[in-house]
């Protein structure tokens, strides 16, 4: 089985400083999010609290025969590589 992806906000290595000046922020910030999350919690926060994006940790990596394995699978079954 392959490894949970985590996601981290793309403010996550701002200074405080950086991070106030941005538009729109919590004046009672304390600092950039830097926790990684689940792919759950993104789409339940939808943006992250120091109003950064989340973006994946890393990317997972498909070889050419899992992509040559796809052709004429069903879509549903596909996603599942």
């Known amino acids: ?3 949970q992806i985590l996601y ?16 729109d922020i919590d004046p ?4 950039p999010f830097t926790k990684k999350v689940s ?9 992250a ?9 890393r990317f997972p990596t498909i070889t050419l025969e899992e992509i040559a394995s796809l052709k004429g699978k069903p ?4 996603g599942y590589l």
Not at 8 to 23: A, G, M, V, Y
Not at 49 to 57: A, I, N, S, W
């Open 8 to 23: 981290e906000s793309t403010n996550r290595n701002l200074s405080l400083e950086q991070l106030l000046r941005i538009k």
């Open 28 to 31: 009672d910030t304390k600092g």
């Open 39 to 47: 792919f759950t919690d993104t789409i339940i926060q939808g943006q």
């Open 75 to 78: 879509f549903a079954d596909a």
């Open 49 to 57: 609290p120091d109003t950064g994006l989340f973006v994946p940790e």
């Open 1 to 3: 089985m392959s490894q």
